[in-house]
């Protein structure tokens, strides 16, 4: 039987800065076995929101250290799929070439969220909630 090679993802969103380092944390978290995986921006921010970061942390998952990255450093890799998480990254993305797959599951921008930090948070943790259990089942089963 030959040993289980893992496949690559990479997630893109606008900035860079919320919904694709969620993702990449929460792949990296539940399927990091199976699955490589990078995120990147078509625009990237200039850091992770903080209430992103905040909003991991609460369920045991450290993004403190992630950057924002350009799409195109990852533009001539070899990537199994490819994930716009949002509908402005969608439609600036490009294909890349060296993609199996692209797949679009697009999650409301947490940053656009008004009111007090408590009620902003509670904005970033459905969205948290919301990438867990829709888009990572979703790659789950293209393994």
Not at 10 to 23: E, H, P
Not at 69 to 86: I, Y
């Amino acid at each position: 039987m030959e040993p289980m090679t893992t496949k690559r993802v990479l997630i893109v969103c606008t900035g860079n800065s919320c919904r694709s380092q969620m993702a990449e944390a929460w792949v990296r978290h539940d399927l990091g076995d199976r699955w490589e995986v990078e995120s990147a921006g078509t625009h990237p921010a200039r850091a992770v929101a903080p209430l992103a970061v905040r909003a991991m942390a609460e369920v045991g998952v450290d993004i403190s250290g992630a950057r924002p990255k350009h799409w195109g450093r990852f533009l001539d890799q070899r990537w199994d799929l490819v994930v716009t998480v949002c509908d402005s990254a969608r439609e600036s993305c490009p294909l890349f070439p060296g993609a199996a797959e692209q797949i679009h599951v697009s999650f409301p921008d947490p940053v656009l969220a008004v009111g007090s930090e408590k009620e902003r948070l509670v904005v970033y943790r459905a969205v948290r909630d919301d990438i867990r259990s829709l888009l990572v089942p979703e790659i789950a089963k293209r393994f």
